[in-house]
């Protein structure tokens, strides 16, 4: 009976221990978070323009943190394989990831059955970067206007050729949306690279190009390229002279955007630690200025409004999806 | 065993995954089949010249020394212990017992040779690819299991 | 004229030069391991770079750039593990060589092609830059998919002794180039649901697997690895080929780095096609043909040459229209224009400068890995003669390591160590693996490229045949096909 009594003392004691201990720690872990190395996982590799972000925000992050930032490419997958080694990481603030809008909200249904993560194993934390989607033609093409090419496309479809960056990408998307809303049939070739597709366009060997703004600012700007519409709400600074398909009477949006995510069970002092970090970083001067040399828009979005961003964005597709999916299955 | 022999197995093996690669291929939809299809079928003819001329050989293969098995189970052994500590319990201890019993029993290196180098060879490694280009490379699940 | 000499005076300070000098040891390191790329060596330079005054900044990544390229081909000569694909040709008579104990001979004559490879495409970019990069432009996808062909041709000078065994070895590269989610369907082939396999086979692993592991088995496991019982091959002093060597190999060198600066144009085509495209030619006119692959002094040259002036031919159009000819140098166009410099026409004119301060460098960084190189082979040569035992385990834990590094995934050190067995029995039972690692190579740029023109000629077959830049090319296709067959016939017309 006594022994029992001792044995209940004991264990009262080392709960009450445990929840005391527990407690600490968590207050500790705020309090003095970071107290080692960060890892930034990118979904791509090394000298993409995901990576490069990466690489100019962690040498920043450093001098915010006092910790080392180190850039941890892990490519494959066409970024899931990042992605889900994000989302099964240690939730405890020491393992952050850049993810990519749209992709990283698609995977979880076009590859339904097979995707390693689900988007309720990470929790977005800031958006840093949108690149708004544009369609772009060679200087010396006949297409001066959207119109003239959404004419062009109806009367001889087979006359146009459309590159984009692989199926099922944010190009993708954004082709296969405005030929929905223009109600034409495009020819689509997909290009691995901005580099080739560039190539390909000023050699005259495809019709049109659907890419990025950053990947043709400077040869819009040099009169190589015409801008037909960029798919925004407003005109782009860098790109005055390119209408918007709103304009033009196509209400197409789309952009691929780049921000940081954190594993889902990261505590709340931790993600706060981190957005303002983040916040500090992206509103250094210093950090802009790199960001607009690369042609890099920077379009902060924090905290709870991105991850509500994140998920509009997820329904909407999914929407589009379920109506007409893109990849057949 | 002679090279005629181990050429007619082989091409049978292959040949078989061949033909099973333009089988799938053909399922596939769209056009994404067509290159798998060409590729299987090169592997296919490739699998019957070498499978006919290894029939029509009649001249015997020039020798091949054989190979040291022992040596050849020891090696691999010691292989699928790096990659087993490199998971488990770190890359750094790995490298040095991967690189010390390697050394000892394959060389005819005496321990303390051995030992030297498998330190500093290790901790070259350790400093190019951790400290220099900030690699992470893996720490060993075990000690995470065991805090836990 | 005068720029030039402004960009040379940028050049000559103490702070260039010890930048030159870091940015060359640097990539020659970076180059020479296993795994670790000149892409990755340039992309882990680029925040250092910023906080450095352009002209240093385009100094370092450009010496990195082309002495990592040279770098590759000391391992490959003296151990037979090519740190990239683009010294894969190097190895197949550099070795052969370094094991009769004229490794310093072979390293020597690597030295003098890259550099002549390397000069040879600087002086192309200087001189005729604007009206070159129109190559870039006029090759389509009907081009970029005869191109691959002529690539694959090749298969035949480098499986010379087993073609048969060389086409089969070519037929598996192809299917493992297959693998992967497909880019036109999104359909998956052959993953089995692995997703390290979506993006397709990596392509390192399996180099790193079939040349560098399948090497370490070949090191240790013979009875007479070890300390006590080995056989190293005698060095033979010399660490420079031949006057008369030279003069023989000049119109190889010449040959190969036009080849070499125009494939560097291509975006996307890579150093290894014109690498190996340079090494068949070479074999087709050679007079001792039967020579290449046991060690031919030549063949080094080829690729050397080749995969050195890749890199002057991928500036041309990444400096003049603005389009990376490779993964290096998009990575150089994030460099540039972190410092305000726009590539495109401007480059040389408005900042004609800094631009010919970069080209000079190139210049100058190809000179420097040429005296380290020429100077460090008496003692690299070394290395032939440590007992295989040792040797093995130290190769198996580089590529272990670098292919770690290369994306931090465990499944690619599995699929390294499996490609080494895999090479080790190919090697065995005298299958060439080459074939393999051009095909995976190859394989994704031909099927991609031909795809591409199915969808743009409406499944036309004959726009290979229509456009006049492809239907020369064929032709190119055919003569190297034919040309080996029709020599063949002759001599055994000559010798009856």
Known sequence: MKANIKFKQKLILSAMTAILVGGLSTLAVAKDFPNKPIQLIVAFGAGGSTDTMARIFAKYAEEELGQRVVVVNRPGAGGELGWVHLANAAPDGYTLGLINSPVVEVYPFTREGSVGYSLDDIRPLANIITDPGVLAVAANSPYQTLESFVTAVQENPRSVVVSHEGIGGDDHLAALNFAKEADIDLNFVSYSGNAEATAALLGGHITAFQGNMSEVVNQINEGKVRGLAVWSNERIDAISQVPTGKEQGYDVLAAASRGFAVPAGVSQPVYDKLLSVTREVVENPEFLAEMAQLNMPVNPIYGQDYVDFIHESHDRLKALWDQEPWIEQ | MPLNKIDSTLT????????????????????AGIFPVIAGSLGGLACLGIGINSFRRKRPDESQPPIAWQRFTLWCLCVLGLLGLMISVGTFVALVIFLLVSLCC????????????AVSFSSLIYVVFVHLL????????????LAN | MD???????????????????????????????????STMGVALCIPITFSMPPDLALILLGAVYVSSVYGGSITAILLRTPGTDASIATALDGYPLAMAGRGGEAIGMATLASLFGGLFSVIVLITIAPPLSTVALAFGPQEYTVLAIFGLVTIVGVASDQPIKGVLSAAIGLILASVGLDAFTGAQRFTFGQRELFDGVPLLPVLIGLFSVSQAFNLCVPKSAGVLSSKRPQLQGRNLPLWSDMKRCLRTLLRSSVIGSVVGILPGAGTSIASFISYNEARRHSNTPEKFGKGELEGVAASESANNAV???????????????????????????????????SLFTQHAETTYTLILSLLLANILFAILGL???????IVTKVPGAVLGPMILVFSVIGTYALRNEIFDVWLVIAFGVVGYFMERWRYPAAPLVIALI???????NFRRSMQISHWDLTTFFTRPLSLTLCVLVVLALAYPLWNQWRRRNAQQ
Do not use: K, Q
């Open chain 2, 12 to 31: 049978v093996l292959i040949g078989a995954l061949c033909a099973g690669v333009v089988w799938i291929g053909l399922g596939m939809r769209g056009d």
């Open chain 2, 106 to 117: 394959l060389s005819d290196l005496r321990w303390p040779a051995a030992l030297i180098l």
């Open chain 2, 134 to 145: 900030a690699v992470p490379l893996p720490s060993g699940g075990l000690w995470n299991w």
């Open chain 3, 3 to 37: 720029i030039l000499f402004t960009a040379l005076g940028n050049l000559v300070t103490p702070m260039a030069l010890l930048t030159l000098l870091l940015g060359t040891l640097a990539g020659m390191a970076i180059g020479s391991l296993p795994g670790l790329s």
């Open chain 3, 311 to 345: 890199t002057g031919g991928t500036l041309i159009p990444t400096l003049t229209l603005g389009i990376p000819g490779n993964a290096v140098t998009a990575v150089f166009i994030g460099g540039l224009t972190i410092h305000g410099l726009i590539p495109g026409p």
């Open chain 3, 375 to 381: 100077w460090l082979c008496r003692y690299l040569v």
């Open chain 3, 442 to 448: 190859l394989g994704p740029i031909l099927e991609v």
